[in-house]
Every structure is written in C-alpha cells, then in structure tokens.
C-alpha cells in the first residue's frame, strides 16, 4: 500500500507538471498555486488546456477562489480532482456550469518499465527536433485543430526544451501520429498521443507511446506517468499501465 501511495503522488505531480511546462512555453501562460491547489492557463480557447488540478485535501473556498483566477483569464476551462475528493468540492465546478464526465479520467502509471515490443509492420517512429516540426504540426492539422492553436501549442522553445521530446509516428511512410515526453524530475509523463482515425489499430499509438517510454527511461526516468482517454485505456492496460490516480473531470464539453 505504501508503494501504492508514492506512486499516486508520482502520478499526481507529473499531471500537473506537464501542464507547467506546457504554460511555461506558450504565449501568455500563466500558473498559479493556492495552498493545494494547481491552476494553470495557456491563453488557448481550448478548455483541455486551461483549469485546476486538486490532488490534495482543499475547502471549498480555496477551490472557488482558484476558479476565479481562471475565469479572469476569459478561456474554456476544465477542473480535474482526486476522485477521493470530488464529492465534497462539486458545487464549486457545477457553480461555473461545469459537470462532471460520464467517466473517470484514469492517471495510469507504468513500474517498472518492461522492454518495448517490435514494431508493428510499416511503422516507424522518429524524434522531432526544433526547427523542423511541420511533420508534428502536421498531423495536428489533419486530426483537426486548427494551424494557429497547434502552431501556439507546440512551439519552438517548447520542442527545444530538455525535458521535452516529440515524436511521429509513420505508417508506410505518412505521418499519422504523435506523441510528447515530458521529464518532471526522475519521472517521465506521456501526453498528446493520437493517431489519425485512418491509421487507428495498425499498432502506432502503441508505437509513439512506447517511443516516448523510451524517452523516459533514457533520461533515467524508473516510472512513466499518462492520463488515458476511454479509447486508449486497453492499449496501455495491455502495455502495463495501471490506473493509481483516477480523476473526475468537470467540464462544459467533453472532450474538447
């Protein structure tokens, strides 16, 4: 249970810490810590990408004030909280017209790191480095955000950040998927995987999620952290990530 426990707050720290580093590189982001609370804005009119983390104990007073500073910033936002502690905070969320997902929003841990399987046939992987991201940007595009927020998103000092590696992953050749790695002291977070809808159980998402795994590790990372949609769950439950940290997410649009 102890072992449980520290994996959690590793769980907890590398969500929040991806988002610092993400607000940390694009224009106008801003964090912002009140007593337990993580709240951070990226400027994006994308509520993913803007809100309050609470993986602690909190009144309901510091969570609402925490939500005012968000609010000022005048984007979509959304708030992810421990599902220990959802209950006795929901009015403050569904005060601002959030509520809450149908389902939880798994925080999967990987420990130790198992060794990456083959490739499947006619995919490849490859690192992306600044300046050249127009292969990343790309497939945003083709998934359907729009050139300026992916541009605002993934920028220059974001991709030549040392805690921060891209990757793209190929089938037969095309671009069709991404992933990010993010170093957060001796932990690794994988986010933004996602494969276009045409490329989808050709075993890429496997591919660029065990590519930034790797990433981790060669860092010297011991554990991996991800949060998984419902599409991915079975992926990473079969890669060996478990669910220690679920979160419930209160949203005006989900997803988004």
Request: hydrophobic letters at 45%; glycine letters at 10%; charged letters at 15%.
């Amino acid at each position: 249970m102890e072992a449980d426990h520290d994996l959690v707050c590793v769980a907890d720290e590398s969500f929040m810490a991806c988002f610092r580093k993400l607000a940390q590189h694009v224009p106008h982001g801003e964090t912002h810590e009140a007593g337990s609370i993580f709240s951070f804005s990226t400027g994006l009119p994308l509520s993913g990408f803007n809100g309050c983390v609470v993986t602690k104990e909190a009144q309901p007073a510091e969570l609402a004030a925490s939500l005012a500073w968000v609010a000022a910033r005048n984007v979509p936002f959304r708030v992810w909280v421990a599902e220990k502690l959802a209950a006795g905070l929901a009015e403050v969320p569904t005060s601002y017209g959030l509520e809450p997902a149908d389902s939880l929003y798994p925080g999967m841990v990987l420990h130790p790191i198992p060794d990456a399987p083959a490739l499947s046939a006619g995919v490849s992987v490859v690192p992306i480095l600044e300046p050249s991201l127009d292969e990343f940007i790309g497939v945003l595009g083709e998934s359907g955000l729009p050139a300026e927020l992916a541009h605002r998103l993934i920028s220059p000092s974001f991709a030549a950040d040392p805690d921060v590696q891209l990757f793209v992953g190929r089938l037969d050749g095309k671009p069709v998927g991404t992933s990010i790695a993010i170093r957060s002291r001796d932990v690794s977070g994988v986010v933004y995987v996602g494969t276009l809808p045409q490329a989808r159980r050709r075993g890429v998402g496997s591919a660029v999620t065990w590519a930034a795994v790797e990433a981790g590790r060669a860092w010297g990372c011991d554990t991996i952290v991800l949060q998984s949609s419902v599409l991915g769950l079975s992926m990473y439950s079969d890669m060996g990530f478990r669910t220690v940290a679920p979160y419930v997410v209160f949203t005006d649009s989900f997803p988004g």
